[in-house]
């Protein structure tokens, strides 16, 4: 986590809770969201997950919603929705990791393709009212004791059927959130855009984290 510290670049205290930390100030369930698809959400996930287990911190962790799922098991447990819950210590032969899967991660889809055209080629549609029910309730319960994350979908703009997108997702939700960018050239600009974006709907941006961009023409040093 020593790593994450040095790249995020607003750090909020949430980032170094302990057991010792008075719970009845710990802040809300937080959004993971980014600048873009494969950027780095995951990642930062589990490495939060692993670090506040390793503290002594209860846990949870949701992905509601996947594209791009291969529905076999030794697919799934490399799955996004199964790499949170290896960070939450569950072994892919435990006994419910499927059912723990499907249940942080109801809407899964195959095709590797933004939610709402990877839902259409399987004749189904995204139920936004749902969704949100779904991310109001798992939240609403033992926050003050659990650190919870919810973990979206590709990049903030990512459309999740005709009408939304992620982030009229994070809004209707009223969750703060952490937005993840790359180092990579042109990092900047997609940056500010989604932040402009989020802070223009009324969505808390607590912190900016900046993943390093493999092969990147641009150093990291450059990017912070």
């Given at each position: 986590?020593?790593?994450?510290?040095?790249?995020?670049?607003?750090?909020?205290?949430?980032?170094?809770?302990?057991?010792?930390?008075?719970?009845?100030?710990?802040?809300?369930?937080?959004?993971?969201?980014?600048?873009g698809?494969?950027?780095?959400?995951?990642?930062?996930?589990?490495?939060?997950?692993?670090?506040?287990?390793?503290?002594?911190?209860?846990?949870?962790?949701?992905?509601?919603?996947?594209?791009g799922?291969?529905?076999?098991?030794?697919?799934?447990a490399?799955?996004?929705?199964?790499?949170?819950?290896?960070?939450?210590?569950?072994?892919?032969?435990?006994?419910?990791?499927?059912?723990?899967?499907?249940?942080?991660?109801?809407?899964?889809?195959?095709?590797?393709?933004?939610?709402?055209?990877?839902?259409?080629?399987?004749?189904?549609?995204?139920?936004?009212?749902?969704?949100?029910?779904?991310?109001?309730?798992?939240?609403s319960?033992?926050?003050?004791?659990?650190?919870?994350l919810?973990?979206?979908?590709?990049?903030?703009?990512?459309?999740?059927?005709?009408?939304?997108?992620?982030?009229?997702?994070?809004?209707?939700?009223?969750?703060?959130?952490?937005l993840?960018?790359?180092?990579?050239l042109?990092?900047?600009?997609?940056?500010?855009?989604?932040?402009?974006?989020?802070?223009?709907?009324?969505?808390?941006?607590d912190?900016?984290?900046?993943?390093?961009?493999?092969?990147?023409?641009?150093?990291?040093?450059?990017?912070?």
């Open positions: 986590m020593q790593n994450l510290e040095l790249t995020c670049l607003v750090r909020p205290r949430w980032l170094k809770l302990s057991p010792g930390t008075d719970r009845s100030k710990n802040l809300n369930p937080y959004f993971i969201t980014g600048t698809t494969d950027i780095g959400k995951t990642w930062l996930s589990c490495a939060l997950l692993k670090y506040w287990r390793a503290n002594g911190v209860a846990t949870r962790a949701y992905k509601p919603v996947l594209s799922f291969i529905d076999a098991d030794a697919d799934a490399l799955s996004d929705a199964g790499a949170l819950l290896q960070a939450q210590g569950f072994t892919t032969d435990h006994v419910n990791f499927r059912t723990e899967l499907e249940r942080i991660s109801p809407w899964r889809y195959s095709a590797p393709l933004s939610p709402d055209m990877a839902a259409a080629l399987e004749g189904r549609a995204i139920d936004f009212a749902e969704l949100v029910a779904y991310v109001r309730r798992v939240t319960t033992n926050w003050q004791s659990e650190n919870i919810v973990e979206g979908v590709g990049g903030v703009m990512v459309p999740l059927d005709d009408l939304h997108t992620v982030r009229d997702w994070i809004t209707a939700c009223e969750l703060p959130c952490v993840v960018t790359g180092s990579y042109g990092s900047l600009s997609h940056t500010l855009t989604a932040i402009t974006s989020l802070t223009q709907a009324g969505v808390r941006v912190a900016i984290v900046v993943n390093e961009s493999v092969l990147s023409a641009v150093p990291l040093s450059s990017t912070m």
